[in-house]
């Protein structure tokens, strides 16, 4: 847990130099790929796993075998991980960057001639072009320094998302490259004072001008992660849209912002309990002037463009969660097989080892369930997985919180000093439940998209009876009469066609009970 000494000037540049130079035989190696060679395969489109549960639909199709990467994609990751890997053991000093409450200039830059500000930005625009999967293990190491993990994310996975999914090719190509390099950073703008979790009642307004060439932004935004530094902003303002009736009515619309538009200030940084070093501040814009060419998608889409960017990256907290908490555990670990009490080393009291599996139980689970949905959202033609993202975020940031306190519980006195990092891990990760949308609000999210899924199909299946469909009748009514006798619920898990080992028969057994 105590940082490494500060290397010499000589081999710092040393070490920016190695990076520029492997981010671009990176890019060389990846263009001599054969095309499509780390594409995930599938025939057509499948049913959404989660969304399918809520019908008793177990698809093992979806999840057995784990999803799998090509080889070439393998050695890419571990081409990734290595320089990465060195950069933030050797020059991230996460407890200076907690004092300061801010990421070191030079910091930024190492993390820009890693191209870590285009990690998902594709490489016809200047980034590296990883897959949902690729992102997921390289967040494994960036969730090291929470600030910078916040910073990163930030930017990519909600600032720049929306051009990325909804853009047009004239603003990829005009803001992209910039953003892949790190030479602008983004923001993401939606949360405002009297609008969080609904999201729908923000009260900024874009004005249409009076030759209808641009709009005229107007309002302010809060908790604005990069807010202070970005360049580039996303923002979500209402608007007036007429309908296909002619009614006006009120919209949202995405805007992309740039601060050199004029307008734009921001406040100072907020004092923050954890992730201390990244930017957070409250954005204002007063007449700042739009262009028309600027808007994202569809002008009254933009809560459609907002909830796309938000459930896209949600994912991402697994694997940034479980690559925090292995790290937590070889601190931990290391601690309670040399720290001695009552003649007894803490690694050889049960109630500790109860800890430690705890810890190694849960991030096995966030990995799982991150690098699976990552998984399907790398297969083409794969249906939204906004809900298997939303149940990744809840499980992880519950479980990060809980196994970072049991962590700080093993060392007592000592995990609660500034000297050790469990205090400021406790703090950092405590914004997980909060931001990316409240646990409590993904928690509805979760079964009430669930169950509109089921209720829509259910309700076609209700027309097709009404209509005659005495085969689909009769089908419903023997599934229920076999029901109220008792049934067996068998997932196809173990047995003959079974896709797990034969030891785990007997849990599988009393889930299936449980069911």
Request: hydrophobic letters at 40%.
């Amino acid at each position: 847990g105590v940082r490494q000494p500060k290397r010499a000037g000589r081999v710092k540049r040393d070490l920016v130099t190695d990076m520029r130079r492997f981010s671009v035989i990176l890019r060389v190696a990846r263009a001599a790929l054969p095309g499509g060679a780390r594409a995930f395969r599938t025939a057509c489109a499948r049913p959404a796993f989660a969304k399918e549960l809520c019908l008793g639909n177990f698809q093992k199709e979806e999840v057995f075998p784990y999803p799998q990467i090509s080889n070439e994609e393998l050695k890419e990751i571990n081409q990734l991980v290595g320089p990465v890997e060195k950069f933030f053991s050797e020059e991230v000093d996460s407890k200076k960057i907690d004092q300061d409450a801010k990421i070191p200039q030079e910091t930024l830059n190492g993390l820009k001639n890693l191209g870590l500000f285009g990690m998902q930005i594709p490489e016809e625009y200047g980034g590296l072009g990883l897959s949902n999967t690729m992102y997921a293990r390289l967040g494994e190491i960036t969730s090291q320094d929470g600030a910078i993990a916040v910073t990163l994310a930030a930017h990519q996975a909600i600032g720049l998302k929306g051009i990325l999914i909804a853009g047009t090719e004239e603003q990829k190509k005009k803001y992209l490259p910039k953003l892949a390099s790190g030479e602008h950073i983004a923001a993401f703008c939606l949360t405002e004072p009297g609008s969080g979790s609904d999201a729908a009642s923000i009260q900024t307004r874009a004005t249409l001008s009076e030759d209808g060439k641009s709009f005229i932004l107007n309002g302010s935004k809060i908790w604005i992660s990069n807010g202070g530094i970005a360049d580039i902003f996303t923002v979500f303002a209402r608007t007036e849209v007429v309908d296909k009736d002619g009614a006006t009515k009120d919209k949202i619309t995405a805007f992309i912002v740039e601060r050199a538009f004029g307008g734009i200030t921001n406040g100072k940084p907020e004092d923050k309990l954890g992730i201390r070093g990244s930017n957070t501040c409250e954005v204002f814009f007063e007449n700042t002037k739009v262009p028309i060419e600027n808007v994202v998608g569809e002008i009254g889409g933009g809560f459609k463009v907002a909830m796309n960017i938000l459930n896209s990256g949600r994912f991402s907290m697994g694997s940034a969660s479980a690559g925090m908490l292995k790290k937590l555990i070889e601190m931990t670990s290391e601690y309670a097989c040399t720290r001695k009490q009552f003649n007894k080393k803490l690694s050889e009291f049960g109630l500790i080892q109860e800890k430690i599996a705890l810890m190694a139980r849960k991030a096995y689970v966030m990995e799982s369930m991150a690098y699976l949905t990552a998984g399907l959202m790398d297969k083409p033609e794969i249906p939204d997985c906004s809900v298997e993202a939303a149940m990744v975020k809840v499980f992880s940031s519950e479980s990060a919180w809980v196994c970072v306190s049991e962590a700080l519980q093993i060392l007592g006195g000592l995990g609660y000093m500034k000297d050790y990092p469990y205090e400021r891990y406790l703090r950092d990760c405590r914004i997980l439940l909060i931001f990316e949308g409240t646990n409590e609000v993904l928690r509805m999210y979760i079964a009430l998209t669930g169950m509109q899924y089921a209720g829509k199909i259910l309700t076609e299946k209700i027309k097709e009876i009404k209509k005659g469909d005495v085969k689909m009748a009769l089908g419903l009514f023997m599934k229920r009469t076999r029901d109220s006798f008792g049934r067996k619920v068998d997932l196809g898990i173990v047995g003959k066609d079974g896709v797990v080992h034969p030891s785990l028969e007997v849990s599988n057994a009393c889930r299936c009970c449980n069911t």
